[in-house]
């Protein structure tokens, strides 16, 4: 299979591990991620916040890109990016919006181009040609399948999975042999990028998110964001130190635990840079 790929800026930066996982999990499956020349900013961090027609035009412009470049639908692991991606598509479809970025952008836009998240990707490949791969049970997992805000919502725009109860995630892992926990916080906020403006708000939040996951009983948490990976990972050992109490659970990328049990070791999926020791 070969798909477009949208890498956006964290996986090209400091969440460059994610992007080793994703290719090193999909070249598993024979995916050819084909990343897209001249790619841009999507503009998640602030513009949607600060301007809007500049919100539409930095990803109607990747969308055009896609086109341009033959592919249909593209790969955007990155949920905010899958999400302004899918945003500008909607904002597309309304003809003076299509025309007035072709005007900024300089090219010919539209929304036909399909936007796949990671999971949509997994789910394409389908759970029982994951399952039939398999060589390394993940028997004795017991994860935690974290979703964060954005992967679920706004359904109106994303149009995946149960925005309050999903289950994809759930789904894939079983495929690989995991047993995932039924717990509370799987599409609580973890503070996002507040990481920077707002240390003790992310704390706060990926404290709570952590605790739930132990307390039902998870040896792991699971999580297909970049920035959630931050917050949960990374900054664990501040949050132990807030409220004085060791916690341990190591965080992976679906990719790290699907690449897993198909055989790959953890240096090829990037596992062994992770903050918290892994089991």
Not at 78 to 98: F, I, Y
Not at 189 to 197: D, F, I, K, N, Y
Request: net charge negative; glycine share 6%; charged share 20%.
């Amino acid at each position: 299979m070969k798909v477009g790929y949208y890498p956006g800026c964290a996986l090209h930066g400091s969440s460059n591990d994610y992007e080793q996982s994703v290719r090193a999990c999909l070249a598993a499956f024979d995916v050819e991620l084909n990343e897209l020349e001249e790619w841009i900013c999507c503009g998640a961090t602030a513009a949607h916040a600060l301007n809007h027609r500049l919100s539409v035009a930095l990803p109607a412009r990747n969308l055009a890109l896609a086109k341009q470049q033959g592919w249909d639908e593209m790969l955007a692991p990155g949920p905010m990016c899958s999400m302004q991606l899918l945003k500008a598509n909607s904002e597309l479809r309304k003809p003076a919006v299509r025309q007035e970025m072709e005007e900024i952008v300089e090219l010919q836009v539209d929304d036909s181009i399909g936007v796949l998240n990671i999971l949509d990707l997994l789910h394409k490949l389908g759970e029982g040609a994951i399952s039939q791969r398999v060589m390394a049970p993940l028997e004795d997992c017991q994860p935690a399948c974290y979703y964060g805000c954005l992967l679920t919502r706004p359904q109106s725009i994303v149009n995946f999975d149960d925005p309050e109860r999903p289950s994809s995630m759930e789904r894939l892992l079983e495929a690989c042999g995991a047993q995932p926990v039924d717990w509370n916080y799987r599409t609580k906020c973890c503070g996002a990028g507040m990481t920077l403006s707002n240390e003790e708000t992310v704390l706060e939040l990926s404290h709570e998110i952590l605790a739930d996951a132990i307390d039902n009983g998870a040896s792991c948490l699971v999580v297909a964001c970049p920035m959630c990976h931050v917050n949960l990972d990374m900054k664990q050992p501040a949050i132990e130190r807030r409220y004085e109490k060791k916690l341990g659970l190591p965080v992976y990328y679906v990719t790290d635990l699907v690449g897993r049990a198909v055989g790959l070791d953890d240096r090829a999926l990037g596992i062994n840079r992770h903050f918290v020791a892994v089991g």
